[in-house]
């Protein structure tokens, strides 16, 4: 009573337009601070650390932990695991007890979203992440779904090159042959039989506009003896200026 009394005396004679009297958990709210869980609106209530070294890590384990990890799902799996993880933020944000109280397709609008938690948003996924996402985020990718979609196109790794595809195949196909030992020879055979199989097909399906009339080259490849095969794998180092100049992922 006599507390009670105390706050309406100091809201009365307040020179602020608003007071609210609330008790708060100060030893909780550092915590939170602390792990960079404390919503934007109650950061003035406490002084955490600064961790710039440590945030600046974070950011960068953020990035790379999150980009492996895509390179080894497929599409549906990459876009249904950054659901989830811009869904479990939302629901942090917002004060949910559980991310699947996040309806995925419903706008952030209409979730409860403002510019304080917007920017908040936007600072976790930052440091998830590893990104430096824009302050309208939220406004340009309104819903879980769409925000998931748009990190998934920033953070995905490029698909590969018909031909980066085809050398990363026969880079392997020489690892399995010289990895064989004993077995060389069946696998030399086995390997053979495939290589040329594809050669035929691939040089069937460019017949029609590369070569109307006469054999195609990958028929001759196709009808080449084994010892050819292998000898055209190992010297395409020395012949093809492809695989002399390799051009790294996005120059």
Known sequence: MEQGLELFDAAVSSPDPLVVA?????????????AGDLPVMLRGLVRAPRRATAAAGTVAAGLG????????????DGRAHLTELVRSHVAAVLAHGRPDQVDVDRAFNELGFDSLTAVELRNRLNAAAGLRLPATLV???????ALAGYLFNALAPE?????????????????????????????????????????????????????????????????????????????????????????????
């Open 22 to 34: 609330a008790r708060w958990d100060m030893a909780g709210l550092r915590a939170r601070a602390e």
């Open 65 to 76: 932990g999150l980009t492996d990890r895509l390179a080894g799902l497929s599409e549906a």
């Open 139 to 145: 406004f340009d990718h309104p819903t879980v779904t």
């Open 159 to 251: 698909a590969p090159s018909a031909e980066d595809a085809l050398r990363a195949a026969v880079d392997q196909a020489e690892s399995t042959l010289r990895a064989a030992n004993g077995e060389s020879e069946a696998v030399r055979g086995q390997l053979v039989a495939i290589l040329q199989s594809a050669l035929t097909r691939i040089g069937a399906a460019a017949a029609p506009s590369t070569a109307p009339t006469g054999s195609s080259g990958a028929e001759e490849i196709g009808s080449a003896s084994d010892e050819e095969i292998f000898a055209l794998i190992d010297n395409r180092a020395m012949t093809s200026p492809l695989s002399m100049e390799r051009p790294e992922r996005g120059e």
